[in-house]
C-alpha cells in the first residue's frame, strides 16, 4: 500500500472472486453463479463483423436501442430505465450517490454492500437476518437509511413475497429501498410492477445470471423517472461510456429472444429442484433457494470446508464463504442436468468414504 491510498480504501476489504479454475473438458464450475448455457443464438448473429469495425467510434452513451428494447419486455418508459456495466456499477453509483443519511442491509446478504459501504464511507446500519436465514421486514421498521436488499437473497437464496417488499415500501416513505434481483428470473414476481406506484424504490437487473452474458458486464435498474434521472446523472459523473458496443448488442438480442430465455431458466429449475431434493436425501441441509444456486451444509457426517476440499479433488469448484453463521455450509451454482448428477454421484462417494 503507497501513502497516497485514501484512508477509506486503505480500510476497505476488497471483494474476492470465486476461483477462476482454467476451462478444461473434466472441469465443473460451479462457484460464481454462471448460466451453463450460452447466450441466445441472437447474440452471435447480431455481432457483425461491420460491428467490429465501428469498434472504432464511442457508442451510445444514451444505450438508447437497449434501454427501449428492455422498456418494452418489463412494459415501462425508457425514463424508467439505466443501464450499468454489470448491475455492480450501478449498486456502486447508489452507495456512492444514493445514500446520503448512510445504509442498510442484513447481515448475512450479496458481499458487495458492505463492500461498496466501507469504500464510499456510506456507513452500515447492519440488520441481523433471523435464525432460519429469512429476512423479517418489522426489523427495519425503524431504519432510516438506504436499505439494500437483495431478492432472491443471496447466499441463502431464500425469496421475499412482493407483498413484503410493498409493506417495507409504505413502512417509510422518504426512506429509499433498493431491491437487487440478480436471482428473480429463476424465484417469484418482481418488483418491477411497483416501480410507478412507489418513488422510493429502485429495483437492480443483471443479464449475468439469467441471460448467460456474465462476460458481457450489463445490469439494468428500473425506477420512476427521479430517481433514474439521478442515476444517469451519477453515470454521466463517472463514465458515460462504460456499456461498450458488443455488450449493447448482444444485450439488446438476449432480450428479444424470449423464447430462449424461458426454455434456459425452467431447464435451470428443474436442474435446482431435483439437485434441492438429492442434497436433502443425502442429508445435506438445504435452504429454501430460489436461485441458480442452493445453499447446502450442517451435514452429519463432513464439514463444509473438508466438503470443499474433496470436490476441489475431483474438480468440482463451489464456493465457501467463511462468514458467520454460514461456517458449514457451501454454495453451489447450478450447472446442467449432467454436470449436477456428476456431483450428486461424487458427493455419494465422499460420504461413503467418510463412513468407512
Ligand atoms: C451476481 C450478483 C450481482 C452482480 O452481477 P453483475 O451484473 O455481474 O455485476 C449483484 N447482486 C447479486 C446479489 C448477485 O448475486
Not at 429469512?134 to 437464496?157: C, H, K, M, R, W
Not at 456499456?243 to 425452467?266: H, P, V, W
Not at 445453499?295 to 458467520?324: M, W
Not at 442436468?337 to 456428476?342: P, V
Request: hydrophobic residues 40%; aromatic residues 10%; glycine residues 4%.
Amino acid at each position: 500500500m503507497s501513502r497516497f491510498l485514501h484512508p477509506d480504501l486503505q480500510k476497505t476489504t476488497p471483494y474476492t472472486p470465486g476461483i477462476h479454475p482454467p476451462s478444461s473438458a473434466d472441469t465443473i464450475k460451479l462457484n460464481t453463479n454462471e448460466n451453463p448455457y450460452p447466450p441466445s443464438p441472437m447474440v452471435q448473429k447480431a455481432i457483425t463483423s461491420d460491428e467490429i469495425d465501428a469498434l472504432a467510434k464511442y457508442p451510445d452513451p444514451s444505450c438508447t436501442e437497449l434501454i427501449a428494447t428492455i422498456a418494452a419486455y418489463h412494459g415501462v418508459g425508457s425514463e424508467n430505465i439505466c443501464i450499468g456495466n454489470g448491475s455492480d456499477e450501478l449498486l456502486a453509483f447508489c452507495f456512492w450517490g444514493l445514500a446520503p443519511q448512510g445504509t442498510a442491509f442484513p447481515d448475512l446478504t450479496y458481499g458487495f454492500y458492505n463492500i461498496f459501504s466501507q469504500a464510499y464511507n456510506r456507513p452500515a446500519h447492519i440488520v441481523p437476518v433471523r435464525e432460519d436465514f429469512s429476512i423479517a421486514i418489522e426489523d427495519y421498521a425503524s431504519v432510516t437509511q438506504t436499505i439494500f436488499l437483495a431478492n432472491p437473497n443471496a447466499p441463502t437464496g431464500l425469496y421475499l413475497a412482493l407483498s413484503q417488499i410493498e409493506a417495507l415500501l409504505q413502512q417509510r416513505p422518504d426512506r429509499l429501498i433498493i431491491v437487487d434481483e440478480a436471482y428473480i428470473d429463476f424465484a417469484g414476481e418482481s418488483a418491477v410492477s411497483l416501480i410507478n406506484t412507489y418513488d422510493n424504490l429502485l429495483v437492480i437487473r443483471t443479464m449475468s445470471k439469467s441471460r448467460s452474458l456474465a462476460g458481457a458486464r450489463l445490469g439494468y435498474a428500473l425506477g420512476c423517472k427521479d430517481i433514474i434521472s439521478d442515476l444517469q446523472r451519477i453515470r454521466f459523473c463517472f463514465n458515460p461510456y462504460s456499456i461498450n458496443r458488443l455488450s449493447l448488442l448482444a444485450g439488446t438480442a438476449a432480450i428479444k429472444d424470449e423464447a430462449y430465455f424461458n426454455a434456459c431458466r425452467e431447464k435451470i429449475i428443474e436442474t435446482r429442484e431435483y439437485t434441492i431434493q438429492a442434497f436433502r436425501a443425502m442429508g445435506f441441509h438445504v435452504t429454501d433457494c430460489k436461485t441458480n444456486f442452493i445453499l447446502c451444509g450442517a451435514h452429519p457426517e463432513i464439514s463444509a470446508t473438508l466438503y470443499d476440499e474433496k470436490l476441489r479433488e475431483q474438480n468440482i469448484f463451489v464456493r465457501y464463504f467463511p462468514v458467520d453463521r454460514i461456517l458449514d455450509y457451501v454454495r453451489i451454482s447450478i450447472g446442467t442436468q449432467k454436470e449436477m448428477e456428476q456431483v450428486v454421484a461424487v458427493t455419494q462417494k465422499i460420504l461413503r468414504e467418510m463412513q468407512a
